[in-house]
């Protein structure tokens, strides 16, 4: 195949698999992506009771699955977990770490906005930090309420990173500026800076490329036939857990966020 014809067939979706996979060597050693206290892991595991309960042993899907971290946390409740990702170096760290800490979560090669899963099979449907990614936000959801049982419960959790305020600009600053004279410590781990541009680019490019706003996420959610939404800014606990992995000014930055979570139904039969 010539260079030419490979690079017409790259597309968007290609290159946001390509970053994940590079992420995968060193998502776990990011605060926010693994889980770094007990403390941290009983403030997520209030969030997701609060917004679908005990397990029980009902089926969850976790999409954008990663290295696991949300599966974890699903399996910690009680429920029956598998997770899909489309990048196979996330994969291989997940199955890794199910089996050091002998998890019976299933994980599969799969793509979030085209999971190939049966219909009406879950009774959860979970994700984080997924839907700023998605190139058809709207195809995607329907994808996801197919695959729930009627009654099923959607759950995201995300953010707006494009739209900064005033106080986040200024907290980025002054960490930035610590940073460079060797006061504080360094908030990304090694070699994350270099992929900042692609980063960058990708956002650009997404449906969502001026900030994953709450409500215009439920509102689509609303069009696909999801029901009973409700908008979740209530994070304050798992940020204040987190923050103590980070340099002050990289906290209160982040405390500035734009961040939520999500849940909807699917309508009962």
Same mark, same amino acid.
């Given at each position: 195949?010539?260079?030419?014809?490979?690079?017409?067939?790259?597309?968007?979706?290609?290159?946001?698999?390509?970053?994940?996979?590079?992420?995968?060597?060193?998502?776990?050693?990011?605060?926010?992506?693994?889980? /770094?206290?007990?403390?941290?892991?009983?403030?997520?595991?209030?969030?997701?009771?609060?917004?679908?309960?005990?397990?029980?042993?009902?089926?969850?899907?976790?999409?954008?699955?990663?290295?696991? +971290?949300?599966?974890?946390?699903?399996?910690?409740?009680?429920?029956?977990?598998?997770?899909?990702?489309?990048?196979?170096?996330?994969?291989?760290?997940?199955?890794?770490?199910?089996?050091?800490?002998?998890?019976?979560?299933?994980?599969?090669?799969?793509?979030?906005?085209?999971?190939?899963?049966?219909?009406?099979?879950?009774?959860? +449907?979970?994700?984080?930090?997924?839907?700023?990614?998605?190139?058809?936000?709207?195809?995607?959801?329907?994808?996801?309420?197919?695959?729930?049982?009627?009654?099923?419960?959607?759950?995201?959790?995300?953010?707006? /990173?494009?739209?900064?305020?005033?106080?986040?600009?200024?907290? !980025?600053?002054?960490?930035?500026?610590?940073?460079?004279?060797?006061?504080?410590?360094?908030?990304?781990?090694?070699? !994350?800076?270099?992929?900042?541009?692609? %980063?960058?680019?990708?956002?650009?490019? +997404? %449906? /969502?490329?001026?900030?994953?706003?709450?409500?215009? +996420?439920?509102?689509?959610?609303?069009?696909?036939?999801?029901?009973?939404?409700?908008?979740?800014?209530?994070?304050?606990?798992? %940020?204040?857990?987190?923050?103590?992995?980070?340099?002050? /000014?990289?906290?209160?930055?982040?405390?500035?966020?734009?961040?939520?979570?999500?849940?909807?139904?699917?309508?009962?039969?």
């Amino acid at each position: 195949m010539s260079d030419v014809a490979e690079q017409r067939n790259y597309n968007l979706r290609d290159e946001i698999k390509a970053y994940w996979s590079q992420r995968a060597a060193t998502f776990d050693l990011s605060p926010g992506h693994e889980i /770094f206290s007990e403390e941290e892991r009983a403030a997520w595991h209030r969030l997701i009771r609060r917004h679908l309960g005990e397990g029980a042993g009902r089926a969850a899907l976790d999409l954008a699955s990663g290295t696991g +971290v949300v599966s974890h946390l699903l399996d910690d409740l009680g429920f029956r977990v598998t997770g899909l990702d489309w990048a196979e170096p996330m994969l291989e760290r997940a199955r890794n770490k199910a089996r050091e800490r002998r998890r019976k979560i299933s994980f599969r090669l799969g793509d979030a906005e085209n999971t190939m899963e049966p219909d009406d099979h879950y009774d959860a +449907v979970v994700n984080r930090h997924l839907v700023w990614t998605l190139v058809d936000p709207t195809a995607a959801f329907a994808e996801w309420l197919r695959v729930l049982k009627p009654g099923g419960r959607l759950l995201i959790v995300d953010g707006d /990173f494009v739209n900064t305020n005033a106080l986040e600009r200024l907290f !980025s600053k002054l960490g930035a500026w610590g940073q460079r004279a060797g006061l504080l410590k360094a908030d990304t781990p090694p070699g !994350s800076r270099e992929m900042m541009e692609t %980063h960058r680019s990708i956002l650009s490019r +997404v %449906h /969502f490329s001026r900030g994953a706003r709450a409500e215009e +996420v439920a509102d689509l959610l609303r069009k696909t036939g999801f029901v009973d939404i409700e908008i979740d800014t209530d994070l304050n606990e798992i %940020h204040r857990t987190q923050a103590k992995n980070w340099n002050v /000014f990289k906290a209160l930055a982040r405390k500035s966020q734009h961040r939520y979570a999500i849940r909807a139904s699917k309508p009962s039969n």
